[in-house]
């Protein structure tokens, strides 16, 4: 495992992991993850890829990011309505 000091990341990837009903409250500590990697480089994109069901609770997880203390902006950079798929990308202080 390499760790954050060790090497800057350009881009941390992450699809469907907020779906409270199956994942409970764990888009927490990814919201506290995403803002750790930008706080180490702010240079960092962060794209998070999502599904819209009943419940997930997406609106609370992008909320939580964008008042995260790293996070510049958040913005929603596709979707597929067909399919209710949203793409974000979080960007910290440069």
């Not at 760790?3 to 500590?29: A, I, M």
């Not at 964008?66 to 309505?81: G, I, R, Y």
Request: with cysteine.
């Amino acid at each position: 495992l390499i760790s954050v000091q060790e090497t800057d990341f350009d881009v941390v990837l992450n699809c469907d992991c907020v779906y409270e009903p199956l994942y409970g409250d764990s888009w927490k500590l990814l919201v506290e993850c995403l803002d750790e990697l930008l706080k180490q480089n702010s240079k960092t994109i962060a794209v998070t890829s999502v599904e819209r069901r009943n419940a997930d609770q997406i609106d609370f997880f992008l909320r939580a990011l964008q008042e995260s203390p790293h996070v510049c902006t958040v913005t929603k950079a596709w979707e597929d309505v067909d399919y209710r798929i949203e793409i974000y990308v979080a960007r910290g202080f440069e």
